[in-house]
């Protein structure tokens, strides 16, 4: 599998994230990767990085997500981060529930 770091993107501008999630083998860990790394772009934007939200199985209360899935939440991000390109690794793949959450879904 070729290894990219993941790209987001929102209309015209686009940010490149020191990270490769083709290195990680589970869901899980994919995601608290990007998440992470989200939480330090959203710093580089002057945001409050705890408006980054981690997203856990566990987590019922979460309708965005399906149940049981890891994901992410940044509903102050760059209007609809979520359509990125295509972020998949041997763990699975994550897609857009909305314009600003990744579901993290396992092959």
Not at 5 to 16: G, R, S, T
Not at 40 to 57: C, H, K, M, T, Y
Not at 68 to 91: F, H
Request: glycine share 8%; charged share 25%.
């Amino acid at each position: 599998m070729e290894k990219n770091n993941v790209m987001l993107a929102a209309h015209d501008e686009k940010w490149e994230l020191d990270l490769c999630l083709a290195d990680y083998k589970k869901p899980g860990n994919a995601c608290k990767a990007l998440h992470k790394a989200i939480r330090q772009l959203a710093s580089d934007f002057g945001q409050d990085p705890d408006e980054v939200i981690l997203i856990r199985p566990e987590d019922t209360w979460f309708e965005y997500c399906r149940e049981g899935d890891w994901g992410i939440m940044w509903e102050g991000g760059p209007y609809e981060w979520a359509y990125t390109d295509y972020v998949c690794g041997e763990w699975g793949y994550a897609e857009a529930g909305y314009s600003f959450t990744l579901t993290f879904c396992s092959n």
